[in-house]
């Protein structure tokens, strides 16, 4: 009955009697910090406690930093999180260990469809059953600075070898203004695993294909070599932390950042001039494919507060709150077909991203995506060695396809 009645007021309907205790919401996350996502979270937060004041949202800021073992952690020792935050390669740890709760049975009474999620949220997904749903889908495109590159002479790149023209002629030392900007400093792996992913992708290459690794294909190898061009070049901001180099990007001291359209409102919020010439075109590299990271909500196993929490994800996922995130965010929503034509019009350089959005490939390893953290961590230590300690390319490659394959052994 409990249930019923948390459904019932969830999803508008009409009771006679009260839930008799107030249920305190525990989400803890780094997405209440997020530049992209907080504010859009923070609405959710103030929309869903308006509609249920019985109900309240403990919204714990974790730093980035810690965030990911401490979920776990707490999940894996019996004290879980009402709602889990999870990306890619997370969410699939979770599903395959058994610790998150089936939502089938709210996204029906809440009338979802699960048709109308975005190609990714697959990842949420296992045997027919639901376990974590996509709040947004952030697949790459790559932003360019319109002014940087009419100064500059230039055009917007539609090949490797135009994006490198362009990054070689926006460098400016004098002005301390880069043509690109990407990982560049130490540790961090997972956020430097993602950010060099547009390259790696955009070549066709990949760590994993089908299951398998590929560290050492053609693609990835030439990826890696462009990766490092940049780098030995100085044509990126070099050993700075990644808000660092965003922040550059968003006052006009970048001329190009291959990342996901949150990106935008970063831009817009810190320098109004900069966002007037802010556009957007397809990863120009010669795999013409792109990559995405989706962030997933989920309950995990034993939370205190099942219900009241799926009540949340049930109305972050009502089409009025779709758009919401789509014009606070700057971000593409975990549905499909939720913007209207007006929402593009404002905002001319996020046709890209939701082309990308559609077709992208997920961050995580593909065919492996469950042990994502492990290979993700065995990637970016070997990444480094070639940024740091002067290995070519061809030889991190083939260091990380032994390594992999040595790992992946070790799970059959």
Same mark, same amino acid.
């Given at each position: 009955?409990?249930?019923?009645?948390?459904?019932?007021?969830?999803?508008?309907?009409?009771?006679?009697?009260?839930?008799?205790?107030?249920?305190?919401?525990?989400?803890?996350?780094?997405?209440?910090?997020?530049?992209?996502?907080?504010?859009?979270?923070?609405?959710?937060?103030?929309?869903?406690?308006?509609?249920?004041?019985?109900?309240?949202?403990?919204?714990?800021?974790?730093?980035?930093?810690?965030?990911?073992?401490?979920?776990?952690?707490?999940?894996?020792?019996?004290?879980?999180?009402?709602?889990?935050?999870?990306?890619?390669?997370?969410?699939?740890?979770?599903?395959?260990?058994?610790?998150?709760?089936?939502?089938?049975?709210?996204?029906?009474?809440?009338?979802?469809?699960?048709?109308?999620?975005?190609?990714?949220?697959?990842?949420?997904?296992?045997?027919?059953?639901?376990?974590?749903?996509?709040?947004?889908? %952030?697949?790459?495109?790559?932003?360019?600075?319109?002014?940087?590159?009419?100064?500059?002479?230039?055009?917007?790149?539609?090949?490797?070898?135009?994006?490198?023209?362009?990054?070689?002629?926006?460098?400016?030392?004098?002005?301390?203004?880069?043509?690109?900007?990407?990982?560049?400093?130490?540790?961090?792996?997972?956020?430097?695993?993602?950010?060099?992913?547009?390259?790696?992708?955009?070549?066709?290459?990949?760590?994993?294909?089908?299951?398998?690794?590929?560290?050492?294909?053609?693609?990835?190898?030439?990826?890696?070599?462009?990766?490092?061009?940049?780098?030995?070049?100085?044509?990126?901001?070099?050993?700075?932390?990644?808000?660092?180099?965003?922040?550059?990007?968003?006052?006009?001291?970048?001329?190009?950042?291959?990342?996901?359209?949150?990106?935008?409102?970063?831009?817009?919020?810190?320098?109004?001039?900069?966002?007037?010439?802010?556009?957007?075109?397809?990863?120009?590299?010669?795999?013409?494919?792109?990559?995405?990271?989706?962030?997933?909500?989920?309950?995990?196993?034993?939370?205190?507060?099942?219900?009241?929490?799926?009540?949340?994800?049930?109305?972050?996922?009502?089409?009025?709150?779709?758009?919401?995130?789509?014009?606070?965010?700057?971000?593409?929503?975990?549905?499909?077909?939720?913007?209207?034509?007006?929402?593009?019009?404002?905002?001319?350089?996020?046709?890209?991203?939701?082309?990308?959005?559609?077709?992208?490939?997920?961050?995580?390893?593909?065919?492996?995506?469950?042990?994502?953290?492990?290979?993700?961590?065995?990637?970016?230590?070997?990444?480094?060695?070639?940024?740091?300690?002067?290995?070519?390319?061809?030889?991190?490659? %083939?260091?990380?396809?032994?390594?992999?394959?040595?790992?992946?052994?070790?799970?059959?």
């Amino acid at each position: 009955m409990k249930a019923f009645k948390r459904a019932a007021i969830a999803f508008g309907f009409a009771l006679t009697s009260t839930v008799s205790h107030a249920a305190d919401i525990e989400w803890p996350s780094f997405l209440w910090n997020d530049p992209g996502l907080a504010p859009a979270l923070k609405e959710l937060k103030g929309t869903y406690e308006k509609e249920h004041p019985q109900d309240h949202i403990n919204n714990v800021l974790i730093p980035v930093s810690t965030f990911w073992d401490k979920q776990f952690a707490d999940v894996s020792n019996g004290n879980p999180p009402d709602i889990g935050t999870f990306y890619d390669p997370d969410v699939r740890s979770y599903i395959e260990q058994g610790l998150l709760e089936t939502l089938d049975d709210y996204l029906g009474a809440a009338g979802i469809d699960r048709s109308s999620f975005v190609p990714t949220a697959s990842l949420g997904q296992k045997d027919g059953h639901i376990y974590a749903v996509p709040v947004v889908v %952030n697949a790459r495109a790559l932003f360019y600075n319109e002014k940087l590159f009419r100064e500059a002479g230039l055009q917007p790149p539609k090949d490797s070898a135009t994006f490198l023209e362009a990054a070689k002629k926006l460098r400016q030392p004098a002005a301390q203004q880069f043509g690109y900007a990407t990982a560049s400093k130490p540790g961090n792996a997972s956020l430097n695993y993602i950010e060099i992913s547009p390259l790696i992708v955009g070549f066709g290459g990949g760590f994993f294909k089908e299951g398998r690794p590929s560290a050492n294909s053609p693609e990835t190898i030439a990826a890696l070599k462009l990766y490092k061009q940049l780098f030995d070049e100085n044509l990126i901001p070099r050993g700075v932390e990644t808000g660092v180099y965003r922040d550059m990007f968003a006052h006009g001291k970048v001329g190009m950042y291959a990342a996901g359209s949150f990106i935008a409102g970063v831009v817009e919020n810190a320098d109004k001039d900069v966002y007037k010439d802010l556009r957007a075109v397809p990863l120009p590299f010669p795999g013409h494919q792109t990559v995405s990271v989706t962030v997933f909500l989920g309950i995990p196993k034993g939370a205190k507060n099942k219900d009241a929490a799926a009540a949340v994800l049930m109305r972050m996922l009502k089409d009025d709150f779709q758009l919401k995130i789509a014009q606070i965010g700057k971000a593409y929503p975990g549905r499909v077909n939720m913007l209207p034509a007006t929402f593009f019009d404002q905002n001319p350089w996020f046709k890209a991203f939701e082309s990308a959005s559609l077709s992208a490939r997920s961050y995580a390893p593909e065919g492996a995506e469950q042990y994502g953290p492990e290979i993700i961590k065995i990637v970016s230590e070997g990444v480094e060695n070639m940024l740091f300690q002067g290995l070519s390319p061809e030889e991190t490659a %083939n260091s990380l396809q032994q390594k992999l394959t040595t790992f992946i052994a070790t799970k059959h």
